[in-house]
């Protein structure tokens, strides 16, 4: 069993380091953040000309027909380089969702728009930000209901909901079975609204439907089975985000460590310090062996899938949460302020921790999975 990404994988992730050094700075960021821009539409426009939107999807479809390893490397550098971008929502959500139960004319309609990055979509899914109850997840909730090709009720958060031009929606039908619909963001009867958030360099949303006109994804049967597939993917990716995110953070650290001096020696020689990124290490390792485990289960449609997803899932939130939290602690009192970036990791991975899915959820999820696979 081989977890290493191949040569032309690696060349994959070389040309995206180096293009997102470039173009995609922590002022990029703080651009964005500075603004009532909901993202960098610039930089956006150039990963769509890199082909990154097209990635996954077929040629028939104006994509470039490679798989989710190579997702899984530019999911890596988007998160290092804390890219204000909707491209997880419209590529790992949407696209996937269309790309895998879309009907021939909803493949037709949508997966060129994607490719080209004329269309950004998103999964609208969530009922608010509750997480786990006897069970029973938030998204389960009967916010929007579905009727004779109507959806009625509302949506909240919905990553990049403002911005995105259609949306993926689950809603419960007249039988009260959870079913997956697709529907045009920018009809009347689609209201939206902005959401304070932690990181605004990720906008999200909330959508209320006041009998908004929907189309059933696929040949409508496309429900709760198949939308924990499309979570359990998107976790994968998303734990690679976070790993790049952790590994940008850590490394900020050690820079700012290395340069800064207290009693005529680097602050790194410290040995309280090295304690600290010696559990940095150890909890981004852990993410990383974890994450490339899920991507080994993804791309090959392992058994252990759902737990793979979930397990990723949980330590690259648990290492993006401790690796951004101790960055600040080693820039000392200079890491509270809004000059230095620290924030901005802390922020994105706050914001990363809540996607599809609380972290409490995939916790469960975790031991619901173990206890199956016992």
Wanted: proline share 3%; with cysteine; net charge negative.
């Amino acid at each position: 069993m081989n977890f290493e990404f191949s040569e032309e994988q690696q060349f994959i992730r070389d040309q995206a380091r180096n293009f997102l050094a470039q173009e995609c700075t922590t002022q990029t960021v703080r651009a964005v953040l500075d603004t009532e821009a909901a993202f960098d539409g610039d930089l956006w426009q150039k990963i769509v000309e890199l082909g990154w939107t097209a990635m996954a999807i077929p040629e028939e479809h104006g994509g470039l027909g490679l798989g989710y390893l190579e997702l899984c490397v530019i999911a890596e550098e988007l998160g290092r380089a804390l890219a204000p971008v909707p491209f997880s929502s419209s590529v790992y959500l949407a696209t996937e969702a269309i790309k895998r139960w879309g009907s021939a004319e909803q493949q037709q309609q949508y997966l060129p728009g994607l490719a080209s990055g004329e269309l950004i979509g998103t999964l609208a899914h969530w009922d608010g930000l509750g997480g786990v109850s006897n069970g029973k997840h938030s998204g389960d909730n009967d916010g929007v209901r579905a009727s004779d090709g109507k959806l009625s009720g509302c949506k909240w958060p919905v990553a990049d909901g403002d911005s995105a031009h259609f949306a993926v929606t689950s809603a419960r039908d007249e039988s009260g079975e959870l079913r997956l619909y697709i529907l045009d963001l920018e009809q009347a009867s689609v209201t939206r609204q902005v959401l304070p958030s932690v990181d605004p360099s990720r906008s999200q949303a909330r959508l209320d439907f006041e009998g908004a006109s929907a189309a059933a994804l696929g040949d409508g049967t496309v429900g709760e089975s198949e939308l924990a597939q499309l979570l359990d993917s998107a976790a994968i990716l998303l734990a690679f985000e976070q790993i790049g995110g952790c590994q940008a953070a850590m490394d900020s650290g050690i820079a700012y460590t290395r340069e800064r001096y207290a009693f005529g020696r680097p602050v790194a020689s410290f040995q309280a310090i090295k304690h600290k990124f010696a559990d940095m290490f150890v909890a981004l390792e852990l993410a990383r062996s974890n994450a490339y485990y899920g991507a080994w289960a993804l791309s090959s449609d392992a058994p252990d899938l759902p737990l793979a997803a979930a397990t990723a899932r949980v330590s690259a939130s648990d290492a993006f949460y401790l690796i951004s939290k101790e960055n600040i602690q080693a820039h000392g009192g200079m890491g509270f302020t809004w000059e230095f970036d620290c924030h901005l990791y802390y922020r994105r991975a706050q914001l990363l921790s809540a996607q599809v899915g609380t972290a409490p959820h995939w916790k469960d999820l975790v031991a619901q999975r173990l206890l199956h696979a016992a």
